[in-house]
């Protein structure tokens, strides 16, 4: 007999990092909580955010991919509605 897990909604974070560049988003399930883009890392860029169908772009300098996944997730924490026992 083949046994069924209960149903479950993951949170997934997708991470797409280039040379000069890092695109994220977060789904929970199949829907799109959020998406960014930091762009330019290593010198003065632009981050742009969007949430529910609005986006937010600031420039800012990111000066490398780890500052960068920094930023990334300092702007989860702060905009995605993710239950503090998901994190």
Do not use: C, W
Not at 35 to 58: H, L, M
């Amino acid at each position: 007999s083949r046994s069924t897990l209960p149903h479950m909604t993951s949170t997934i974070l997708v991470l797409n990092a280039g040379s000069s560049s890092l695109k994220y988003k977060l789904f929970r399930g199949e829907v799109e909580l959020l998406s960014a883009t930091i762009e330019s890392i290593g010198r003065q860029g632009t981050s742009s955010v969007r949430i529910d169908g609005i986006t937010k772009s600031e420039l800012r300098k990111t000066v490398n991919h780890q500052d960068a996944i920094s930023a990334a997730f300092a702007v989860i924490m702060k905009s995605s509605p993710i239950p503090e026992q998901d994190i």
